[in-house]
């Protein structure tokens, strides 16, 4: 497709069980990041996928949260056990990476339309 | 570390006002600096960009100069509509990493 994209849109669960949210990327892109913004708040850096490096994962809230990136392409967010501060929207950005002279990134990121977890 | 941060809001303008949200940045460095931009209900869309001193970037009447010398990246509007009612994110992305402000609120009420 044309641009990243988030299944499902919505997602309305129990705490206690578990989700997964999945992000397809922009064709190509080899760099791919998930996010979670609260309701009226900014963005909260969660983990980073780059080509097959080892990911970031420095973001992550919980050991209840994982992620993984298969192919180097698709990536699924996976939430055990949630719990109600689970509940915002989690958002999934791709990007290629793109080093230049004397160390210049130049790239940017497109953002899915995000998925809107709500744990009751 | 590498840091950016924003002009806190809510923002509220009349339609046609002019419109200054700050952006100063922390770098190490040679980062590029972006504007993206949120709408109710959507995800972030990049508005525009900067990938060096004194670049100016520009979008739908937007416009932000990268200032290495006072580490900022201002974003400005001469006359704002009510479709720019959104929520503004300053960014910076240095070899591996982003950095994203707290984002501001604008409202413009007609």
């Known amino acids: 497709g044309a641009g990243v994209s988030q299944s499902p849109s919505n997602k309305v669960t129990e705490k206690g069980k578990d989700v997964e949210l999945r992000c397809d990327p922009i064709s190509g892109h080899t760099a791919l990041y998930w996010y979670r913004q609260s309701l009226g708040q900014g963005l909260e850096f969660l983990i980073y996928?780059?080509?097959?490096?080892?990911?970031?994962k420095s973001g992550l809230p919980s050991d209840r949260f994982s992620a993984e990136r298969t192919g180097g392409s698709v990536s699924t967010l996976t939430i055990q056990r949630t719990q109600q501060e689970d509940s915002a929207v989690y958002l999934c950005a791709s990007s290629l990476y793109r080093r230049g002279t004397s160390g210049r990134a130049g790239y940017e990121q497109y953002f899915g339309p995000g998925t809107r977890l709500t744990v009751t | 570390g590498d840091s950016v941060t924003q002009m806190e809001g809510p923002v509220t303008l009349s339609e046609e006002a002019f419109l200054t949200i700050n952006c100063t940045y922390t770098a190490t460095g040679y980062p590029s600096l972006f504007w993206y931009v949120q709408y109710p209900g959507e995800g972030l869309q990049l508005l525009l960009k900067?990938?060096?001193?004194?670049d100016k970037g520009s979008n739908k009447g937007f416009e932000a100069t990268y200032r290495k010398e006072t580490t900022s990246f201002h974003l400005e509007k001469g006359s704002v509509q009510v479709s720019d009612s959104a929520v503004y994110f300053c960014a910076l992305s240095d070899v591996s990493q982003f950095y994203f402000g707290t984002g501001t609120s604008l409202t413009v009420i007609p």
């Open positions: 900067a990938t060096k001193a004194d």
């Open positions: 996928f780059q080509g097959n490096s080892a990911p970031d």
